[in-house]
């Protein structure tokens, strides 16, 4: 083989078996199916469809028309109870299109916007558009608290879903169209957990509004969007509607159950007071062991993939005093309660114990072993394993 085709393999089955014997907590991330994996080895991948469904500026696109049409009523049908658009493009860019940003009072205690501040700053601005969007994301946004002042100042709301998209899905957080936003977007591959892909939704029945967001995202953002992606986060979408409820509220269940333990293992969790959390994630502070970065990289060593994070009230952000911690991947391995209090156990040790990193990883491998496969998804059949892998 090839000296440099030989590296780039080497490098990938390393990072796979890197993986398989850790523990990934990192808040963003997931692990799509099987079924969805094998979308992402097809054709769809190596064609361009400019344009809309069954409108395109491109010949070939018969299938992945039918595919595409397939997955906005899946995802309509996930999502809403009337009404979608959906597209493979980020809402976002705003900063870069001249938008000029207010930020919300937050309260830190609660780790949320403060509602009685907020309002009264919406009043005081008048904002065109609200947009909500966490990247630790504790707890649901009091939108319907909000709403009133929206309304009196016209404004449009956005509610950026990116890490609990399949919260929302799933019936276990907040359901944003119905309390007030007019367009929900998100990421496909955070709590949802199909491939890397944007979602952008509304229920709203002012066409010339909707088709307003259909342009900003075609051809505003985005020309070709990722067909392989599109047809994986189809069946993503489908192994959902089968198994969403219940994985999304697996999901928080572990992640109280690992708030709580860590608590009680003398690691500091934010939002005590207020249960620690409502979704898949959790803030640390760990000022007291060194930090976020000497942390992370401390659990790396263990194969604890986690990252450092920034604070509310950190000032620098190369010495951030946090890491966020998610478990919508463990939970798509199968883990429950009981493994949710074993990782921290495994936290105690390596933080508040200070035992060395390579045990731990070794156990950490042990733990793997029995947590092995995706769950919540239909199995793979022989038959479709590698289908489109050309002889
Ligand atoms: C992850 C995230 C996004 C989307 O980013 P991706 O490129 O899809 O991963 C958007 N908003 C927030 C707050 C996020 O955390």
Redesign the pocket.
């Known amino acids: 083989m090839d000296e440099h085709v030989a590296f780039l393999n080497e490098q990938v089955d390393r990072h796979h078996a890197w993986f398989s014997k850790s523990l990934p907590m990192i808040a963003?991330e997931n692990v799509i199916s099987p079924m969805a994996r094998e979308m992402l080895v097809s054709d769809f991948g190596d064609r361009y469809a400019e344009g809309l469904p069954h409108e395109r500026y491109y010949q070939g696109n018969a299938f992945v028309d039918e595919v595409e049409d397939r997955v906005v009523a899946l995802a309509k049908q996930i999502s809403l109870s009337h009404g979608a658009h959906i597209s493979s493009a980020?809402f976002?860019a705003a900063g870069l299109r001249g938008v000029n940003n207010v930020n919300y009072p937050f309260d830190v205690d609660r780790m949320n916007i403060d509602v009685d501040e907020t309002v009264k700053l919406i009043r005081l601005v008048k904002p065109k558009v609200a947009a909500f969007?966490?990247?630790v994301?504790l707890f649901p946004t009091p939108l319907r608290e909000l709403h009133d002042a929206f309304q009196d100042a016209g404004c449009h709301v956005w509610y950026?879903g990116?890490?609990v998209m399949g919260l929302i899905a799933g019936g276990t957080f907040q359901d944003p169209l119905h309390e007030g936003a007019d367009v929900l977007t998100g990421?496909t591959?955070?709590t949802l957990p199909g491939p890397?892909h944007?979602i952008l939704l509304s229920d709203s029945t002012d066409e010339k509004f909707l088709k307003r967001l259909q342009r900003a995202v075609f051809p505003g953002v985005v020309s070709n969007h990722h067909l392989h992606a599109m047809a994986a986060l189809g069946v993503t979408l489908a192994e959902f509607l089968a198994f969403g409820r219940d994985y999304a509220a697996q999901i928080v269940r572990n992640a109280k159950a690992l708030a709580q333990a860590l608590h009680e293992r003398g690691i500091k969790v934010l939002a005590e007071k207020h249960g620690f959390t409502e979704s898949h994630a959790l803030a640390l502070d760990v000022a007291a062991f060194g930090g976020g970065a000497k942390v992370a990289t401390d659990l790396e060593k263990a194969h604890i993939i986690t990252n450092k994070n920034l604070l509310p009230w950190d000032t620098s952000p190369v010495r951030p005093s946090g890491i966020r911690l998610g478990t919508q991947e463990l939970t798509r391995l199968g883990m429950k309660e009981a493994q949710m209090r074993e990782v921290a156990d495994l936290f105690a040790r390596i933080l508040v114990k200070g035992e060395a990193v390579e045990a731990i990883a070794t156990e950490v491998a042990a733990m793997r072993t029995e947590f092995n496969t995706v769950h919540y998804c239909f199995t793979k059949d022989a038959e479709a394993h590698r289908r489109w892998r050309l002889a």
Do not use: V
Request: no cysteine; aromatic share 6%.
């Open positions: 963003s980020k976002g969007g966490q990247s994301f950026d990116a890490h990421s591959h955070k890397q944007g």
